[in-house]
């Protein structure tokens, strides 16, 4: 029985492009999994770390502004009383 020279039939030739299709199909696996699961997770994350920055920068800036009415009606009376004199 003669030999079968050609290349697209070699056992060598459809071992490698039987791991180059897998390889392919798992980065690709991957891939879609990292968008699906991580991607989706970290924009939560980011999402959620905004919203509580968002508060604690609401929360300082009514802090700074009550400490300014404070101050603001201290002075005010003293402007009163200057004027009184």
């Not at 690709?28 to 968008?35: G, S, T, W």
């Not at 800036?61 to 009550?66: M, S």
């Not at 009606?73 to 009184?84: R, V």
Request: charged share 25%; aromatic share 10%.
């Amino acid at each position: 029985m003669p030999r079968n020279s050609d290349p697209l039939l070699s056992l060598r030739f459809r071992t490698a492009l039987a791991t180059v299709i897998s390889v392919i199909v798992i980065m690709a696996m991957l891939f879609v999994a990292y968008r699906l699961i991580v991607s989706e997770a970290y924009r939560d994350l980011e999402e959620d770390r905004a919203q509580e920055e968002s508060m604690r920068t609401e929360s300082v800036l009514r802090a700074e502004e009550h400490a300014l009415d404070v101050l603001l009606a201290d002075w005010a009376s003293w402007d009163d009383m200057y004027g009184f004199v």
